[in-house]
């Protein structure tokens, strides 16, 4: 057999073709480039809407309490049992009405006593006048008969003005509460006996901050709703501030009338209370849902050439869905009000409107 000699060179070119042969054989193929490194990410898809001006209301809003316009507790100023009751229970009585009447036979018989003690002491000092004229009487006795019938038709008003009272009345036109007393009863001085409640106009009391101390007057309208009647709002006006301030809460004190002619409104009752203190003819809006809260602080993703850049927004007023931004944005900015979680600032966005609702 013939001796074949193989320098490393052909070595090297038999191996690499061997290899292709082999590879061929089993039908790989070459590896695909790998994709280009630092491409940009894609765009992620957002809902926007546009800054814009509208007028809107400054609508001041609060809790407060209803009271009557008047309200008392009869109660009497004199001992004596209670001979009749005039009113029925929960049912409208007229200023100046009798109420109760006490045993007033006791204090009729000291006026009729004390009427002829004045009646005694006025002829008496006529006499004494004719007298002194006549120096028959000294000026002394004189002054005493007259002093006398002074003293005594002092005394007939006094008792008159206690007769008086054995009647009680109403001091105002009003409703009558439930009575806590009964016929034969024994009243003792300062004994409450009954309330009365004048429903209309009602009064409604609460508290404002001291920022609006300036914008609201007397006069000026309020509305108010309660949870015993929803859907229903009831006007009125404000009748008095209270010139000081709470220092611990800074807040002062109005109160409002409010008419209730048909009754629907009653003492006690939980009204909340809304007033309007200021209008914006031009106010800056967006809507609430573009706020982004970030820590204390509150900010908007608004779109700048296809990217996001989160801005920090002063808020002002606020209306059912909107709210009015005073420092951040201008009108025409496009902010994102759908698609914030995924936001980073800088991102590229494909922004679109909403769909309108037909």
Request: aromatic letters at 4%; one cysteine or more.
């Amino acid at each position: 057999m013939p001796h074949v000699s193989c320098s490393p060179r052909r070595l090297l070119v038999v191996g690499c073709l061997l290899l292709v042969t082999a590879a061929c054989s089993r039908g790989d193929k070459p590896a695909a480039p790998a994709a280009a490194a630092g491409g940009a990410p894609p765009a992620l898809p957002v809902l926007v809407a546009t800054a814009r001006t509208q007028p809107l209301t400054d609508r001041l809003r609060a809790v407060g309490t209803l009271t009557a316009n008047e309200s008392v507790l009869i109660r009497s100023e004199i001992p004596g049992r209670v001979e009749r009751i005039h009113f029925e229970e929960g049912q409208p009585v007229r200023a100046g009405k009798p109420l109760i009447t006490l045993d007033g036979a006791e204090y009729r018989a000291q006026v009729a006593q004390t009427e002829a003690t004045v009646t005694v002491n006025r002829l008496n000092f006529q006499r004494a006048a004719g007298l002194v004229k006549t120096n028959m009487l000294s000026q002394q006795e004189y002054d005493q008969a007259q002093a006398r019938l002074a003293e005594s038709t002092a005394l007939l008003q006094r008792h008159q003005v206690v007769l008086a009272k054995t009647v009680l009345r109403a001091p105002f036109d009003g409703i009558a509460g439930l009575r806590l007393v009964s016929p034969g009863a024994y009243v003792q001085p300062g004994q409450d006996l009954v309330n009365l409640e004048d429903l209309d106009p009602l009064k409604v009391e609460f508290r404002v901050p001291e920022r609006h101390a300036t914008a609201i007057t007397v006069g000026r309208p309020l509305t108010l709703r309660v949870d015993a009647v929803p859907g229903r709002e009831f006007t009125g006006e404000i009748y008095a501030i209270d010139p000081r301030l709470d220092a611990a809460t800074r807040t002062f004190a109005l109160r409002g009338r409010v008419p209730n002619a048909d009754g629907l409104l009653r003492p006690g009752m939980f009204a909340q209370v809304e007033m309007t203190v200021g209008e914006r003819p031009a106010a800056l809006v967006i809507p609430e849902q573009a706020i982004v809260p970030r820590g204390d602080k509150l900010y908007v993703f608004k779109v700048v050439d296809g990217k996001v850049a989160l801005t920090p927004v002063s808020p002002g007023l606020r209306s059912p869905g909107i709210v009015e931004i005073t420092n951040g944005l201008a009108v025409g900015d496009t902010v994102v009000i759908e698609g914030q979680m995924k936001l980073r600032d800088g991102m590229p966005v494909a922004a679109r409107a909403p769909e309108a609702k037909p």
